[in-house]
């Protein structure tokens, strides 16, 4: 008994699922870069599927989800209308060597695409105006969290046309990255760094199934795809007429398709981004000579270049002196797996919403079982609290719903609600490649209670002790009680 008071004394933990392993949450032990690094390697070994040919096509079928096909009439409009490609109706892969000059480039794709549909009364197209665009803020300077990276450009939302503050960025925002090199191949130490900013895009955002990526190396490109069984990559592509299609294809996705096609779930609802954290309206930045290098930018051409492509940087002469190794500013600082604030407002479980009230924990790990648990209460009559709770589970495992569908144990957790809510199967349907398959299993469970260390008198104490009893008695196979599996639901009586 003294032992078990002892281990009460100890504990700090407002809430308790009482589901989780008798193991200490992931985030009480905190990883730094030197740790991070050979997991990620380690969750990555086996779990890699190379070189798959048309990845961009199966995951972004523009016949379907953009109702226009990317086709050579569209590359002589962007060339001719804009001076976007060259003479052989190519990328200009020149400008995608410098962090700044390509998040403008890009930026200016775009608005040339919502240009052309808003022009040529595109009926069948499925959207007209961008939901995101590409910064290149944290290329100089980290991104906001708890390890310092810098992606060389990250895709950001739009809110009503408007751009984010550059204080205002962080891994929240994030939904996807481009890593630009100068050498003619993909380095190990570019993929790691692609691999570690998809991991933190995944830990920071509770609704992201998968993260993508574009690796962009001298005039060759490759699409990543990192989720919860692992990363597939696409074969590396040059920016001929066909590499420009599959690249614009990929850009297009990512700036204007909403946002469950590049990686959310759709039953999930983020936050409002407040006023306060919004910049200005991304605006087109008309120079006349695409291949002029960026040192050759006059000082007012650097200035309207700063506010088109809202980074918050000026285009400095000196730019192209970058070093590869420089990426990324050395620190001591700990992951800490929890926020001081949501990201999730809402999530729904076999129709019913819910509003998040906590995120109370999350696994350090974006392969795997990812799991999340968060206090939730209903949003039809705002009463009682409920634990929602998912994870990433290998189809055709034994379902934890089943299992508490049948658990007959008095006082004990009782299932509200149950789903299957995603699956890795998405983005390797068509993959010719034998694989493993993942999906996200969600449980609405009650009680939710409070922590044995909230007692206040002896005679909670007693009836606590009393339901142990019980539940003891239920469950006879097992040998013993954890106190941090036990908590208090407080009752009318």
């Not at 790691?192 to 001298?218: E, W």
């Not at 991304?282 to 002029?292: A, C, P």
């Not at 968060?374 to 994870?391: A, F, H, I, Q």
């Amino acid at each position: 008994m003294f032992d078990f008071l002892q281990d009460l004394a100890h504990s700090h933990q407002k809430y308790i699922f009482r589901l989780q392993s008798v193991r200490l949450p992931d985030h009480e032990h905190p990883m730094d870069r030197s740790v991070l690094d050979p997991h990620l390697v380690r969750d990555l070994k086996d779990r890699q599927l190379t070189a798959v040919p048309l990845l961009a096509s199966l995951l972004f079928d523009d016949s379907k989800l953009f109702g226009f096909m990317i086709d050579r009439n569209l590359l002589v409009r962007l060339r001719d209308d804009h001076s976007l490609l060259d003479d052989h109706l190519q990328l200009r892969s020149q400008l995608l060597q410098n962090e700044n000059m390509a998040a403008l480039y890009l930026n200016n794709i775009i608005l040339a695409i919502q240009k052309w549909l808003e022009t040529n009364n595109n009926a069948n197209a499925k959207f007209t105006k961008p939901q995101r665009y590409f910064s290149s803020a944290g290329s100089k300077k980290p991104v906001s969290g708890p390890i310092s990276r810098k992606p060389d450009i990250s895709v950001l939302p739009l809110v009503d046309g408007k751009t984010l503050r550059q204080d205002s960025i962080n891994w929240k925002y994030i939904h996807a990255i481009i890593e630009i090199t100068r050498t003619d191949k993909l380095t190990s130490l570019m993929l790691n760094q692609c691999h570690t900013k998809r991991f933190l895009m995944g830990l920071y955002q509770g609704d992201r199934h998968f993260a993508p990526c574009i690796s962009v190396t001298n005039n060759k490109f490759r699409f990543m795809i990192s989720d919860h069984e692992g990363e597939v990559q696409s074969a590396s592509h040059t920016l001929n007429p066909e590499g420009t299609i599959i690249f614009l294809r990929i850009i297009i996705a990512l700036a204007f398709l909403d946002a469950h096609h590049i990686g959310l779930d759709p039953t999930m609802t983020r936050h409002k981004i407040k006023p306060s954290h919004l910049s200005m309206p991304l605006e087109t930045f008309h120079h006349e000579n695409w291949d002029s290098p960026v040192a050759n930018l006059g000082r007012n051409q650097k200035q309207k270049a700063k506010k088109a492509i809202q980074t918050g940087a000026l285009l400095d002469d000196d730019e192209d002196d970058e070093d590869e190794n420089d990426e990324d500013v050395e620190d001591n600082e700990y992951i800490d797996a929890m926020e001081d604030d949501n990201l999730i407002d809402f999530i729904t479980c076999q129709g019913v919403k819910y509003k998040v009230i906590k995120e109370i924990f999350r696994a350090q790990a974006f392969i795997g079982r990812g799991t999340r648990v968060w206090l939730v209460r209903r949003c039809d009559d705002g009463r009682g609290l409920y634990v929602l709770k998912e994870s990433w589970i290998p189809t055709g495992q034994s379902s934890e719903a089943h299992f508490l569908e049948n658990l007959e144990i008095p006082n004990a957790v009782r299932l509200i609600a149950g789903e299957v809510s995603g699956s890795t199967s998405h983005i390797r349907q068509d993959i010719r490649q034998p694989c493993e398959h993942r999906e996200k299993r969600r449980i609405v469970v009650e009680p939710a209670g409070y922590h044995l260390s909230s007692i206040k008198s002896a005679f909670e104490l007693l009836v606590v002790a009393r339901d142990i009893v019980a539940g003891k008695s239920s469950v006879s196979d097992f040998c013993d009680i954890d106190a941090q599996l036990i908590l208090v639901h407080p009752c009318s009586n």
